[in-house]
């Protein structure tokens, strides 16, 4: 085994390392400063931003989390975020294995179409899908948010399952017909199974897609009991505009779900676009 001792090489790494650090920095900085203004009074935000909180002030977290409000939003949200993903994952996945494991007509041109629809900007559609949802009767419910956020992953769903499905060698279909699966059966018994890496990861996107989206949930839900938390800290923000760490304190508590489903399958989801790269 030998060691690289080429001073170019060795500059390199360590450009890349400050390049980590300085990147790292950008987003671990504003988070922490937004954890550490919630401990934080008005005042303590004023004279020391930057610095630890003295004294510190647990009640604008304590304040939310016994907030009934605060619940209802996350139970939105979680509700939301499941559904949309449960509904995109698996229509995505059947569409993704006709396109990955049957030659027909006109099949490169429809993923083409899909591929199409990742260059359609979502705050477009916003006007003619909010005159559709009212007259389809589904202002004010959650499936008028839960449906739209799901034909909007469809394309960048479909993608990355497509291209994980063409990775399965063919010599594994062809085994499972001998042993007498069908279509159906190869695609529930033995395809799923092996993309679960590739699901994982297209479960964790759709999730933190929907977590995110603000911009439905407000046009959609005027009825405030079926906000969700995004729109929740904007109403939140309107109301305590004076209060800042208590709004840094709501901030900080809406992520929280996010980032800990995100820490849990980051593993996953790096594992499940790697292969599809690869693939």
Not at 103 to 121: D, I, K, N, Q, S
Not at 127 to 152: E, H, K, Y
Not at 200 to 224: E, G, H, K, R
Request: net charge neutral.
């Amino acid at each position: 085994m030998t060691t690289t001792t080429d001073p170019g090489v060795r500059a390199r790494r360590i450009v890349l390392h400050l390049v980590s650090v300085a990147v790292g920095a950008l987003i671990v900085v504003p988070v922490l400063f937004g954890v550490l203004g919630g401990f934080k009074d008005n005042g303590q935000l004023s004279t020391n931003p930057l610095g630890w909180p003295d004294p510190w002030v647990p009640g604008n977290y304590t304040g939310i989390l016994t907030s009934e409000v605060f619940w209802r939003q996350l139970g939105n949200s979680v509700l939301i975020a499941v559904t949309s993903t449960v509904i995109v994952v698996g229509s995505a996945a059947m569409a993704a294995f006709v396109l990955a494991r049957y030659a027909f007509r006109g099949r490169e041109l429809l993923a083409t179409l899909f591929a199409m629809g990742l260059m359609f900007p979502f705050a477009v559609a916003i006007l003619p899908l909010f005159v559709l949802l009212r007259g389809m009767g589904l202002l004010d419910n959650p499936l008028g948010v839960i449906l739209p956020q799901a034909a909007f992953g469809l394309p960048v769903t479909i993608i990355i399952l497509r291209q994980f499905f063409r990775t399965i060698p063919g010599e594994v279909e062809e085994a499972a017909v001998i042993d007498g699966c069908g279509p159906f059966g190869f695609f529930w018994r033995i395809l799923l199974p092996m993309a679960r890496p590739a699901l994982a990861t297209v479960s964790v996107l759709a999730i933190v897609s929907s977590w995110n989206n603000f911009m439905l949930p407000l046009v959609v839900f005027t009825d405030q009991g079926w906000w969700t938390l995004p729109v929740g800290v904007q109403a939140f923000q309107g109301q305590y505009a004076d209060d800042t760490a208590r709004v840094l304190a709501y901030v900080v508590l809406s992520m929280v779900p996010a980032l800990g489903f995100y820490a849990v399958a980051e593993r996953q989801l790096i594992g499940g676009l790697a292969g599809s790269v690869k693939g």
